[in-house]
């Protein structure tokens, strides 16, 4: 087993940083590292990968009880847990000092990449309680460490409070942007746009934000008893703020990932309108075949993404997620459901790690 402060890891780590930067583009090394990591801190990954014919990555279901941690010898620096939403026990993941600075560098870089592009210290206006509401909220930790990197330092604000969104600091942030063409950044869940483009729209309110505003949304609709079309979603963004489609990005993230999947095009290739991911030397998702579990090029099937920013447990994830392959990339349409998967001849519950 190796060890945390153990020269391996360490030197492990430096490669990573150097792949997320893009200082390499070669992630052969990486990931034949991150195997050699994961079989001697996790012996039970050898017979997993035996059972399943292939080196599959283990079902999200792994994470309920944070037994996949690699290093007993270093307690986590940091703790995140999913929000349950799917209908099953709350996921953990444990982050060591190294694997929460190797997923800051992922966050930063993905976001300088793919949202904040050419923008000079924007406003940025998040939808997600901040992090002392929501310490274990990873979604919360992300986007206001991108706040807190590339935002305004005077007017970048959480709107949501105790008792939920404050429309009149929304509102008073928003007008002042507008008076000094200043671009904005809206951060938030997926159904919190919804909702909030909605009591917008009650109360009359709506901006033409200044050229260059955007809007990301993550988590999309599961456990949700509504079902937005993300070009409806997109529509409503273009009414309330008057920003565009193309600014109007999705980004596919989980607690149990380091690094997040943005929108790879306008395309919408899914059948509720959603996009391709792109996908990056770090970060990949693809798709398996839901009854061979071989990858596949085009169609629907398992959506498995290898993250190779994650030094702390399996980098290698099922996610539970259904996916549609396409030249552009893989776009998330939805979740399996427990039990089954939607015609497929393997179940979620058969996977066992």
């Avoid at 014919?53 to 037994?67: E, H, Q, T, V, Y």
């Amino acid at each position: 087993m190796y060890r945390y402060n153990d020269s391996f890891v360490q030197n492990l780590a430096d490669q990573i940083a150097a792949l997320i930067l893009g200082e390499t583009a070669d992630r052969e090394p990486v990931e034949q590292a991150l195997e050699e990591l994961a079989l001697s801190n996790l012996p039970q990954l050898s017979g997993y990968w035996q059972k399943a014919g292939c080196r599959l990555g283990i079902p999200d279901s792994a994470f309920k009880n944070g037994s996949v941690y690699y290093f007993p010898d270093q307690p986590a620096a940091r703790i995140f847990r999913t929000s349950g939403t799917s209908g099953a026990d709350r996921g953990i993941a444990c982050y060591s000092p190294l694997g929460l600075k190797l997923m800051d560098l992922s966050i930063v870089e993905n976001a300088r990449r793919h949202l904040i592009q050419e923008l000079d210290r924007p406003v940025i206006i998040r939808f997600v309680p901040t992090v002392a509401q929501a310490p274990e909220m990873i979604m919360a930790y992300g986007m206001e460490l991108i706040a807190t990197t590339f935002g305004d330092r005077v007017h970048n604000a959480s709107v949501i409070t105790g008792n939920g969104v404050d429309f009149e600091r929304l509102r008073a942030i928003l007008d002042q942007a507008v008076s000094d063409d200043q671009p904005v950044v809206l951060l938030g869940g997926s159904f919190a746009f919804v909702n909030i483009c909605d009591a917008l729209e009650k109360l009359g309110w709506s901006w033409q934000l200044p050229r260059g505003s955007r809007t990301l949304d993550g988590g999309g609709f599961k456990g949700r008893s509504r079902v937005v079309r993300a070009g409806e979603l997109r529509s409503a963004i273009a009414k309330t703020f008057g920003i565009p489609a193309e600014h109007a990005l999705n980004v596919f993230g989980m607690t149990e990932l380091a690094s997040q999947l943005y929108d790879a095009n306008c395309r919408a290739i899914g059948p509720l309108d959603e996009r391709p991911k792109h996908n990056l030397p770090f970060l990949q998702a693809r798709i398996r075949d839901s009854y061979t579990l071989d990858y596949c090029g085009q169609g629907e099937g398992l959506v498995e993404i290898t993250d190779a920013c994650i030094i702390d447990r399996p980098h290698r994830i099922l996610t539970g997620d259904l996916g549609l392959a396409s030249d552009d990339g893989v776009a998330i349409t939805g979740r399996v459901e427990r039990g089954q998967a939607r015609g497929c001849s393997l179940s979620l519950e058969s996977i066992k790690f």
